[in-house]
């Protein structure tokens, strides 16, 4: 009987996953589910002795059953959109069916956990801050200074915090792991626990993702002797993009609104609870089990470039020709995964802008396709690299919409907490729509004789954009978190590089 | 079984203490569709909280609505990745096939971001939508 694997990720079950092994099963072939590659353009993909045939369709099994499919596209390992990656992260990927523990210890499965266990704490949070891994959620922020302060913090109870809220648009690595290899999660977690002195964690997961829900679910089963005494609940979010900033999640962990909290006190000496608490992006977490593997952290430290090591799952989405998961060392350029990997815009059309990073990221403009992945050379460019997820947009795309979007999105998902982000959202999204006709006369309350101080004058487009430029400044320096802080970023990226988009001329 | 039976089976499932708030409520909304202010009053004794507080929470979270909504929904991706692969020019028609009968969610990201335009209903999810197949999608519901 022919072995026919395919993948079971949410993103090749929208793309007629199911369907098309059910046609391979009444064909008589026996169908393996597995996690997917991350070659998104090719999903459906259809894995017969190593060979690929995609993107596949119920129609196209007895052309690939006889060997005469157009679709086929030779050795999966060898093609060189996976040949060129380093997987570390993400190296199960498309091997392994995600629920077999048998799959996972044969491909390494928690020798990270064995050995962590074996050398101690004090050791694994030496080779946590040695590998030089940073957070992958956004802020970047070194693990093995998190973890040390979480450990040396006073109080019997401490709590390791998956933030699994991947919200941003334009990324889906926490997804693909989740459901792809949720045991490599679960084994960072305890390796996390362990280093820390942590009895419970949680795994904060989007109700966006009921694939990735129902997997972990059925992995924490699955494991739950071999993670004991650490126990892990799965909790789900209810739909608040804010839930990805850290101290709203854990508001909302702790049956709250989830508003943000002010730091200090850091969530590592004050989290959940109360209690000093890890929290950690999902790929994080799953970067610790090589780490901790021996040699691993020697391993990552030597990837990557300055002070960005290891390597980055890195999220080819929006109008791109080879769109999906590409993990490689820091350091790799835009043009190189734009044009040479991602093979340019699924449209055909030229690429105008790339937003780097999730909706809070800034729009990059072709001429900056050269600056290396790094989180340093981001900032310097006025970018950040977030969750590593790029969103290809080709020339129709109308950059004072998208920055008009960027306001509307901050104001309907603002938890309302700090007045920057809240209120200027709101203001913000005004001022665009002023520039974008052309200024604006004095309105009716301005005109009446008790506002004696109102100006009566007409503003001109040029003093609405400063009027941009500013808020968009107080709300980068004065919001409480992320989301109104970053709002500016495709906002003011948007402004610099398309003013003709705004109706300006070249400034 | 009346409502106040079914919360109370519903309650009996989870600890009793704020933290277990949000299950609770994810199951009164998948139980019922809404969460109304009966149902509040009832899970707030519960956790002894005050309504206004479990209303806040209620409030809060898109996923929860305070009114019945029989129509069914469908759940389309409007963020950025959507956008750049033109999920906007295929908004007309969607909204034109639902009308009143089906109501249409924006969705900030369904993580299917090299695939779009996306669209959700229920646990389903479809990806590469034309216009087409949006507006079936649509009137199948």
């Known amino acids: 009987m022919t072995a026919v694997r395919i993948s079971d990720d949410a993103l090749a079950l929208a793309c007629g996953a199911d369907a098309l092994a059910a046609a391979f099963e009444a064909a008589g072939c026996a169908v393996e589910r597995v996690s997917s590659w991350g070659m998104h353009w090719l999903e459906p993909l259809v894995e017969i002795d190593g060979m690929g045939f995609g993107p596949a369709t119920p129609e196209d099994v007895d052309a690939i059953l006889s060997g005469k499919s157009a679709k086929a596209i030779g050795p999966i390992a060898a093609h060189p959109f996976i040949a060129g990656q380093q997987r570390l992260t993400f190296a199960r990927a498309g091997r392994t069916r995600a629920l077999s523990l048998e799959d996972y210890e044969r491909t390494g499965g928690w020798a990270g956990l064995e050995r962590a266990r074996r050398i101690g704490p004090e050791h694994v949070l030496d080779e946590v801050a040695r590998s030089g891994l940073r957070g992958r959620g956004g802020a970047g922020f070194p693990a093995g200074v998190k973890w040390r302060t979480v450990a040396q913090a006073p109080g019997a109870r401490k709590f390791i915090v998956c933030n699994a809220d991947e919200g941003d648009s334009g990324t889906f690595a926490d997804r693909m792991l989740m459901e792809g290899d949720p045991l490599q999660l679960i084994e960072g977690m305890a390796i996390a626990a362990h280093a820390v002195g942590a009895a419970q964690g949680y795994i904060y997961i989007r109700s966006e993702y009921p694939h990735a829900i129902r997997k972990l679910r059925d992995a924490l089963k699955l494991c739950a002797d071999i993670i004991a005494p650490f126990t892990i609940d799965v909790r789900v979010g209810a739909g608040a993009y804010v839930c990805g900033e850290e101290t709203s999640l854990l508001n909302s962990l702790e049956g709250k609104r989830g508003e943000v909290r002010a730091k200090p006190p850091l969530p590592a000496l004050q989290g959940l609870f109360g209690c000093p608490t890890v929290v950690n992006n999902v790929l994080t977490l799953a970067a610790v089990p090589h780490i901790l593997a021996e040699g691993g952290a020697q391993d990552y430290e030597a990837r990557g470039t300055g002070r960005s090591k290891g390597t980055m799952p890195i999220q080819l989405a929006g109008n791109i020709r080879h769109g999906g998961l590409y993990e490689t060392s820091f350091g790799i350029t835009l043009n190189q995964l734009i044009f040479e990997i991602g093979g340019g815009t699924a449209s055909g059309r030229p690429v105008k802008a790339v937003q780097v990073g999730g909706p809070l990221g800034a729009y990059l403009h072709p001429g900056q396709f050269d600056i290396p992945f790094d989180y340093e050379a981001y900032a310097a460019a006025d970018a950040l690299i977030g969750h590593g997820g790029i969103t290809v947009f080709d020339d129709t795309a109308d950059m004072a919409a998208l920055a008009r979007f960027a306001m509307e999105f901050c104001a309907a998902e603002s938890c309302g907490k700090c007045t920057p982000c809240r209120i200027g959202s709101v203001r913000g999204q005004e001022i665009i729509d002023r520039i974008l006709s052309g200024g604006r006369q004095a309105d009716a309350v301005e005109l009446l004789p008790q506002m004696h101080n109102a100006r009566l004058a007409q503003r001109s487009q040029a003093e609405e954009v400063q009027l941009l430029e500013e808020l968009c400044a107080v709300m980068k320096d004065a919001s409480l978190c992320a989301l109104g802080g970053f709002t500016p970023y495709p906002v003011v990226s948007a402004l610099r590089h398309w003013p003709a988009d705004f109706g300006l001329g070249a400034r | ?141």
């Open chain 2, 1 to 141: 079984m009346t409502t106040e039976a079914v919360i109370a089976e519903i309650l009996a499932a989870h600890p009793r203490e704020q933290s277990a708030l949000l299950p609770i409520l994810h199951d009164v909304q998948a139980e019922f569709g809404y969460v109304d202010a009966a149902a509040e009053r009832i899970i707030a004794d519960a956790l002894n909280l005050s309504r206004a507080e479990v209303h806040g929470v209620v409030s809060f979270y898109h996923d929860f609505r305070s009114a019945p909504d029989p129509r069914p929904v469908v759940q389309i991706c409007q963020a950025e990745s959507c956008k750049a692969r033109g999920i906007d020019t295929l908004m007309q028609a969607a909204r034109d096939a639902a009308g009143e009968r089906v109501r249409l969610a924006p969705v900030y990201c369904l993580g299917l971001c090299s695939v779009g335009p996306n669209a959700r209903v229920r646990d389903q999810l479809h990806a590469r939508l034309d216009e087409a197949q949006l507006v079936s999608l649509v009137k199948a519901q």
